[in-house]
């Protein structure tokens, strides 16, 4: 059995599924400060400014006009005697917001999380003010605690370091949400970098448009012993934008989804998950793959475009790895280079009953998949009129 974020991955014949907990089986901890805290331990936001808690650790989280803001939240639930972690089931915090589908503003950075969180966004939109005169993503999960969010759109993040919109180092969940115009603007992970030691990043039902990074992972950076699931997700628009100075080889790498996980515990899965449209200035247009097991099960990878480099779909470079496709459509993405559907540098790669495999084209050689050095391909029933894969003549 492999363990997926608070549940299992279990194989079913072809597929593979998500087998998670019940996600309405949801506690309401006691809150500080006895019985004059808030009730049940949770926290409504009710206003969009961004305004700080007039009394940091009395156990209400309201600004000098008595109001609950998220700031004055996070500030409350970061005093000493108020943080919970441990077991998420039993130790977390649940923040709501007043208004559905209201706009919260930020003007400079949160306190990092150093709690357990749940947050039911209920369609509310979390965004950096774009007047505001720093840069600064929107979130960061502290080592050794767990955030899930549910119906929150992340906008506007733009911070000079890993991640845009969150930055992860412990473990985090988000389900229902959109990230959208977030940046990493010199390093990794446009919406959300992830990567420590024992980290979990799943994402589940969540679209992912026009965010950007430098060097890795226009959407999603993932690295370390991150574990990483992806199921029922959009992740299409982002780019990669940095060229290669000669130097760093760690450059306009992913332009969708940037994958260095070799010490995680299990192999980044995903699944039903749409990955199109997205840009890297290097390799790996869609998702690049580096020194990992990698399984995609269903979706498609899309018309992706690797710009000056190979892989438009997807890069891998996996010594004694294996990557799988299966029941992906793999189609019209484009390679400046070599490999316009697929290029495999080193490990071996697995096209299984794959839906399509058409009208992936490069510029210099193999339009359909390429491989180089010791890799091998293996295509196990390929659909009608799929494309033949290369190497070098």
Request: contains cysteine; charged residues 15%; negative net charge.
């Amino acid at each position: 059995m492999l363990n997926c974020l608070f549940g299992t991955r279990r194989a079913t014949s072809s597929k593979i599924r998500l087998n998670c907990e019940n996600l309405e089986e949801r506690c309401n901890p006691t809150g500080p400060g006895g019985g004059g805290g808030p009730p049940a331990g949770d926290f409504i936001v009710n206003i969009s400014a961004d305004t700080p808690d007039a009394n940091i650790g009395d156990g209400f989280a309201r600004d000098a006009q008595g109001n609950t803001s998220l700031r004055s939240v996070i500030q409350e639930t970061n005093a000493p005697g108020n943080v919970r972690v441990g077991d998420w089931n039993t130790l977390k915090w649940t923040v709501g917001f007043a208004v559905p589908g209201n706009v919260v503003t930020l003007t400079s950075a949160l306190p990092e999380l150093t709690s357990n969180f749940q947050f039911n966004g209920d369609g509310v939109t979390i965004e950096r003010d774009a007047n505001a005169g720093a840069f600064f993503r929107l979130f960061v999960i502290k080592a050794g605690t767990e955030s899930r969010f549910y119906s929150i759109t992340f906008r506007g993040g733009w911070e000079v370091g890993d991640g845009g919109a969150i930055n992860n180092k412990g473990k985090l969940w988000v389900e229902d949400c959109n990230f959208t115009d977030n940046q990493s603007i010199q390093f990794n992970g446009g919406a959300i970098f992830s990567g420590d030691t024992a980290t979990y990043l799943t994402i589940i039902g969540c679209s992912f448009w026009l965010n950007s990074a430098f060097k890795t992972g226009g959407a999603i950076s993932a690295i370390d012993e991150t574990n990483v699931f992806i199921s029922n997700t959009d992740i299409f628009s982002n780019d990669v934008t940095a060229n290669w100075n000669g130097i760093d080889l760690f450059r306009g790498l992913g332009g969708g989804v940037y994958l260095h996980t070799y010490e995680a515990e299990f192999a980044p899965l995903i699944q039903d998950t749409r990955i199109y449209d997205n840009w890297a200035s290097n390799y790996g247009g869609g998702v690049y793959v580096d020194s990992t097991y990698f399984t995609m099960v269903g979706g498609e990878i899309h018309g992706n475009t690797a710009s000056t480099g190979d892989g438009g779909g997807i890069f891998i470079d996996a010594a004694g790895k294996t990557v799988t496709l299966n029941a992906v459509a793999l189609t019209a993405n484009e390679a400046g280079e070599k490999g316009g559907g697929a290029y495999i540098e080193n490990g071996n790669l697995t096209l299984e009953d794959l839906t399509a495999f058409t009208d992936n084209t490069a510029m210099s050689y193999a339009g359909a998949a390429y491989k180089k050095n010791q890799a091998t391909v293996t295509v196990i029933h390929p659909p009608a009129g799929a494309q033949a894969v290369e190497e070098d003549p």
